[in-house]
């Protein structure tokens, strides 16, 4: 047999407003793919387990007080910190389910301001998602379901500003899934798109860099 591929496994990032489900559909992805015998592991940004993470986790709870910039820069050295790790064990055959990524960073920082190019610009390089999903859901409606935190950003009117970014980001290539549907079927939908896309890298699909 000699010459097969090793096959490597997908970099699939949901993203949405707090409160829009990431967190659970993430986990429930997961899973289901283990279930499939798909090698999968369930990643988030920020990481707050790594030092720079810890500070990213002492601003959001408002016990730090960092520049707009500042914080920005911090975060995006948290996925960089991850880079060749996520590389590896995409390589590897793992298929990783990441709960905010890049895109977070731009629609967080530019909703507080900042240029939106210059928010892109420290992500250059990074490993683009294979699929990016959107759990669409209002502002009003996540409100809604409580459940805010006291972190910093967990308020209506600032998610709005959120939202507004978001649809700045979004590209055609994006999945959207409304996240205002019963969560069984936001996760059928979920399991339906990451089982495609996990099929296209295995058939050979190149992984790529940001922004692309
Ligand atoms: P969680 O509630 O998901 O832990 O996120 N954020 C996140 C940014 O401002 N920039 C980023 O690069 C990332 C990944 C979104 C904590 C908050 O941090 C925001 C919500
Ligand atoms: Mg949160």
């Known amino acids: ?11 699939v990032v949901l993203e949405g407003l707090d409160r829009s489900g990431k967190s659970s559909q993430c986990s429930r992805l997961v899973s289901f793919l283990e279930g499939q015998g798909i090698s999968a592991e369930l990643w988030r940004f920020p990481d707050r387990t790594t030092n720079v993470g810890q500070m990213i986790s002492a601003y959001l709870s408002n016990t730090s007080q960092l520049d707009d910039h500042t914080i920005h820069l911090l975060f995006s050295a948290n996925r960089w910190e991850k880079r060749s790790l996520m590389e590896t064990k995409l390589k590897t055959g793992k298929t990783l389910i990441v709960d905010r990524y890049s895109y977070s960073g731009v629609a967080f920082s530019s909703a507080k301001g900042l240029d939106i190019e210059w928010c892109k610009a420290p992500e250059i390089g990074l490993l683009a998602p294979d699929m990016v999903v959107y759990l669409d859901i209002s502002p009003e409606k996540a409100a809604e379901r409580g459940g805010y935190g006291g972190e910093r950003y967990e308020k209506l009117e600032f998610q709005k500003k959120v939202a507004d970014c978001y649809s700045v ?11 205002c549907q019963p969560m069984e079927d936001v996760e059928k939908q979920l399991q339906e798109i990451v089982l495609d896309c996990v099929t296209e890298c295995r058939k050979g699909k190149l992984l790529a860099t940001l922004w692309s």
């Open 1 to 11: 047999e000699g010459n097969k591929m090793e096959s490597r496994g997908a970099l």
């Open 169 to 179: 980001l979004h590209d055609v290539s994006w999945k959207v899934v409304d996240g």
